[in-house]
């Protein structure tokens, strides 16, 4: 059965692929036909976030009910998000080297921030595949998942507005709020965040009912 | 949540590490020999930076090796009777003051022989021991956790520093430029915004690491 939030989705992605690159945009210095990049660079981050949100939830419903199937949604979800980390990164540091002329910089905290998000679900994944008993790595996962997910919030949210950063919107850059993004984009903006969350949780829900089909296939 | 049991089983712990004084004259061996080879293979630090990047980094190492056996005595037997007799908040609790204590203590250490080895480039000493004394206990904070996920894991030391790295990291990096401006010896206006974070770090990670103590502790 094919649900509508589905093809919503496809839609929505479908549409900001092309009208991205064909719409109008604001002519700004350095920046130049870029500024396009908002339309995949941005919503594939919001993407992210709102995986990694999504685990965190259902770390908390996992420690407060012990129920396991919440456990596979928190674990599949947190490898969604990662799973977005990687074309966010791959945008980001194509946008990058146009833009600010490197690839990468260690002087950017957002990208040091997304760095350490990485590495910090690479451990999440480890410390789950270190434990044996189902109950006890639900648990601890969780446990690790929810207190993870604070520090690297403190690091991706917090931090940033407090030093300096290339990004807009930080360390007195103007956010794309402000004069960047004219209506035009808007139009185009707000759709493709939609569309990539959508997305993501298409992918989640396959994940998560293949997860489910494993799970009950080895209960067996 | 009771006082009186927390102070003693603070007091526990104190005994015990001054029982076992190996443990604590170990600590103090790698904390002199990490910083005497620094000193060797530098030679002598002139940049700051340099000076810095390398204190903290000696410092985590020393922070995550101590810490790592904070829960790795706790036998069976040993867990099950804490279980029935303490309740898991006091429990922790007690392991994160007296970490935070040890921790604190370490550091100083750690920068008197960095100091005397190395050479001393801070300007603004009460700012750095700020930024020791907050950084050591928001550092034992989460450090008692990752030691009781790592415990709880089979595998605890690899684990320990795999789990703890990057968790660690937004703190390192706050209390790397708030050690930087006393450094340099800028004034307290500039800098008091990364005290400010640092402290409320602090509370972030104690509160969450007794919150979530709490369910990693029923087996």
Request: aromatic share 16%.
């Amino acid at each position: 059965m094919i649900k509508w939030w589905k093809i919503l989705s496809a839609l929505l992605i479908l549409y900001t692929l092309i009208w991205g690159m064909l719409g109008p945009v604001p002519q700004l210095d350095i920046l130049n036909e870029t500024i396009r990049n908002v339309y995949y660079h941005v919503p594939i981050w919001f993407a992210m976030l709102f995986q990694m949100g999504y685990s965190v939830v259902y770390a908390v419903k996992q420690l407060s009910k012990n129920d396991l199937k919440t456990d596979i949604i928190s674990h599949q979800a947190a490898q969604t998000g990662l799973f977005f980390s990687l074309p966010g990164l791959l945008t980001g540091s194509m946008w990058a080297k146009f833009t600010w002329g490197t690839w990468w910089t260690f002087q950017d905290p957002k990208l040091n921030g997304v760095a350490i998000a990485v590495l910090i679900y690479l451990a999440y994944f480890i410390l789950r595949s270190s434990i044996d008993d189902e109950q006890k790595r639900a648990r601890i996962g969780a446990v690790y998942n929810i207190f993870a997910f604070v520090m690297m919030f403190v690091f991706i949210m917090i931090l940033p507005r407090l030093t300096d950063s290339l990004h807009p919107g930080n360390g007195g850059n103007p956010a794309f709020g402000k004069y960047d993004l004219d209506n035009n984009m808007r139009m185009i903006f707000y759709p493709a965040v939609i569309g990539w969350v959508l997305f993501s949780l298409w992918i989640l829900n396959v994940k998560k009912r293949l997860a489910f089909l494993t799970y009950a296939n080895n209960e067996i | 949540m009771n006082k009186t049991v927390l102070y003693h089983l603070i007091k526990k712990e104190f005994i015990l590490e001054f029982r076992q004084k190996s443990t604590l004259a170990g600590i103090l061996v790698y904390i002199v020999a990490t910083v005497f080879i620094s000193a060797l293979s530098f030679k002598k630090i002139i940049h700051p930076t340099i000076w810095n990047a390398l204190f903290w980094t000696i410092f985590m190492f020393i922070t995550v090796n101590v810490s790592s056996k904070s829960f790795m005595q706790e036998t069976k037997g040993k867990g099950l009777f804490n279980y029935l007799h303490y309740h898991p908040q006091t429990f922790i609790l007690s392991k994160i003051i007296y970490n935070m204590v040890l921790m604190a203590v370490l550091s100083l250490l750690t920068f008197f022989f960095y100091s005397w080895f190395v050479g001393n480039m801070v300007q603004d000493f009460g700012m750095f021991l700020l930024a020791l004394l907050f950084s050591s206990s928001a550092f034992s904070g989460v450090l008692s956790l990752m030691s009781a996920i790592a415990s709880k894991a089979n595998n605890n030391i690899s684990l320990m520093a795999i789990l703890s790295f990057p968790v660690l990291m937004p703190l390192l990096l706050v209390s790397v430029k708030l050690s930087k401006h006393a450094i340099d010896g800028l004034a307290w206006s500039v800098s008091y915004k990364y005290l400010l974070i640092l402290v409320m770090l602090n509370f972030v990670v104690v509160a969450l690491a007794t919150l979530l103590f709490n369910y990693l502790w029923k087996e």
